[in-house]
């Protein structure tokens, strides 16, 4: 069957100019079909390594809800076991708290979280965001963190003039480092704290819109000691969360609830299933693009060359053969296509992994997953051949006398 | 070599029914160079499709080299063309993305599927030199004079060594003198290789340089004249 990929080339060949173009708008609809789930991929990444460095780490244990209880009894025993755990890094506490912060006429309601400094940073983050100012001290008790949201900015007016007509403020108006705010708890405490640092990122985070107070503080104010709003658990490998979850199940914490860092993060969940249909309707898409084009350029090449089919078929090539010299040359559009466009897609990953996309959001490294790669290849090759599967079957079934009066 | 028996062709144009040829009794022995003439219309085209088996008879019996090709399939008479006729078709027909030579070797890639290109090449040269085209052979057509168009598909016809050839106005676009040349080219094939010959021509001395004129008239044969 030399003469199908004979054929086909030598037609593809002909029409350079056309077939560069087809060519190319195949690799682009494989830039499209890869690109936008590996950049969806790198953003998911993004807020899911966020929620987990400040919020969950790979491995949260609360108080199960059936229990009633608001704290984990007894957390530094428990810690002490879980820290026993093969495959656990460090463990901390944090113990949650609801209150109102106050600055001058302004006032913002906060989730407050208290740490033990010393041993949350094996953990966490958090002390890492620190924009302004310096981090709590497992002693201090009259300091307070804000996250930057909190602590708010005023915002100028349109025509430049601060507090003037049209202007507003952000969050609790601008609180600098060593001014002081006032949180009334929930428990109706009320206590006045210097404000020590600001944190937050430039993009999303959890940390922004937080406030912290030390760990000692809290017991201070709720008037309880040794227990637990939650334990975060870091893993010396993120992967194992599972087997090292059941680990710690199987060493018996009493009334807990234990979450993976994938289970506990619904928020990213919602946020990859989003983006899961957002890929599914630019996948249709990038299929309409590329049935259409190859459909449209096979049947132009088949309906101009329909004398010529006529005398092939006169000279004795069979219909199939016919038909798949075309299907051939559809084939080779996807091929190619599909391996430019991998090419292109990769050297744009490997870019970008050394020169991450600075978004409002964060950092982002898109993240291409094999299957993604390869799946989406499957698509747009066996795409082009069945848009070119019809105008290659109506072109070999043409009566050949119906063809050969045709004059080119 | 074709035995026609009472073949007719009717084509049907809505309510109304045409016919191309009636009752038409022929026969063409092995060898012989026969000229098919008459006035457009005559039925000088259907009788080239029927013995071409490109198209099927309305009724009668179309016999070629002891076939009944109205028993075949679609397949076996597609491979019964490739094998046993070559067709030379007035507008030359040529793939305008191919050589010379990648033209004329097109029948062989589909009949000898095994063979090596270099075989390919080799036949379809040797084919080319004997038309007297040996130097144009990776010339496109475009590159290429009407003439040696011409002998490019006539090497394509008969590069898989048919033992019918069949050629329906070869010459319309051709002038006087390279019309003449392409006529004298199937004499020769005829004369020196026993070749049988079948020529659809309206010009009356060109069809004259055949073995045997048969002429037909509303789709009937009129008259037959040995050369």
Redesign the interface.
């Known amino acids: 069957m030399k003469i199908i990929p004979f054929l086909a080339y030598k037609d593809l060949v002909r029409d350079k100019k056309i077939v560069i173009l087809v060519i190319f708008l195949l690799a682009f609809s494989y830039i499209n079909l890869t690109f936008f789930p590996a950049f969806l991929n790198g953003l998911s990444n993004t807020f899911q390594d966020e929620v987990v460095d400040t919020a969950t780490s790979h491995i949260i244990i609360q108080p199960r809800i059936e229990s009633k209880e608001q704290y984990l009894n007894f957390e530094s025993s428990i810690r002490k076991k879980v820290d026993l755990v093969p495959g656990v890094a460090a463990s901390s506490s944090h113990i949650s708290l609801s209150g109102a912060v106050f600055f001058k006429d302004q006032q913002m309601g906060a989730l407050v979280t208290a740490l033990e400094p010393s041993v949350d940073n094996e953990v966490t983050t958090i002390s890492q965001k620190i924009l302004k100012g310096e981090f709590l001290e497992d002693d201090d008790v009259d300091s307070v963190i804000l996250g930057q949201i909190i602590a708010g900015r005023k915002i100028e007016d349109k025509i430049g003039q601060q507090g003037g007509f049209g202007a507003s403020v952000e969050g609790l108006g601008g609180v600098n480092v060593g001014e002081k705010v006032k949180i009334r708890f929930s428990n109706g405490v009320e206590k006045e704290y210097k404000v020590k640092g600001i944190v937050g990122t430039q993009g999303f985070s959890l940390v922004s819109q937080s406030v912290y107070i030390s760990k000692k503080e809290a017991e201070n104010i709720l008037g309880i000691d040794d227990k637990a709003s939650a334990i975060l658990v870091r893993l010396n490998n993120k992967n194992d969360a599972d087997r090292i979850k059941n680990l710690i199940l199987e060493s018996g914490i009493p009334n807990a609830d234990m979450k993976t860092w994938e289970e506990a993060s619904t928020f990213t969940q919602g946020i990859k299933q989003t983006f899961g249909i957002v890929t599914i309707v630019t996948t249709f898409v990038a299929v309409v693009v590329v049935v259409s084009t190859i459909g449209i350029v096979v049947f132009i090449n088949t309906a101009r060359k329909k004398r010529i089919i006529g005398v092939l078929k006169a000279i004795g090539m069979q219909k199939n053969e016919i038909m798949m010299v075309f299907l051939f040359e559809s084939l080779l559009f996807g091929v190619i296509g599909t391996v430019i466009g991998a090419g292109i897609v990769y050297v744009a990953l490997f870019y970008l992994s050394l020169n991450p996309i600075l978004l409002p959001l964060g950092a982002l490294v898109p993240v291409l997953y094999t299957e993604t790669a390869i799946i989406s290849a499957a698509i747009l090759i066996v795409s082009s051949v069945i848009a070119g599967y019809l105008p290659a079957r109506m072109a070999s079934r043409q009566e050949i006398l119906e063809t050969i009066r045709v004059v080119e | 070599m074709i035995k026609l028996t009472n073949v007719s062709k009717i084509y049907k144009m809505g309510s109304s029914e045409i016919h191309a040829l009636r009752d038409v009794d022929m026969r063409i022995k092995k060898g012989e160079f026969v000229s098919i003439m008459g006035p457009s219309g005559s039925g000088k085209s259907t009788m080239l ?1 029927l013995i ?1 088996i ?2 099927k008879q309305s009724k009668g019996s179309v016999i070629i080299k002891d076939k009944d090709v109205e028993k075949m399939t ?2 076996e008479r ?2 019964f ?3 046993e006729i ?2 030379v ?1 007035q ?1 030359y ?1 040529l ?4 050589t010379a030579i ?1 033209n004329t070797f ?2 062989n ?3 000898l ?1 095994k063979a090596s ?1 270099e075989k390919y090449r080799k036949n379809a040269a040797e084919v080319l030199k004997k038309l007297g085209v040996g130097e144009r052979l990776h010339n496109y057509p475009h590159q290429l004079s009407g003439g040696e168009q011409q002998r490019v598909s006539i090497a ?2 008969l590069i ?1 060594k048919p033992q019918l050839l069949l050629t329906d106005e070869p010459t319309a676009s051709l002038d006087t003198k390279t019309a003449l040349n392409v006529i004298k080219t199937f004499r020769k094939l005829s004369n020196e290789t026993g070749q049988t010959v079948v020529l659809i021509t309206h010009e009356q001395e060109l069809g004259a340089m055949a073995d045997r004129g048969i002429w037909l008239k509303d789709g009937q044969i009129d008259k037959e004249k040995r050369f």
């Open positions: 499709h071409g490109l198209d679609d397949e597609t491979a063309r490739l094998a070559g067709f078709f507008f027909s793939l305008p993305e191919l990648e097109i029948p890639m589909l009949y599927k290109d394509r016809a898989n």
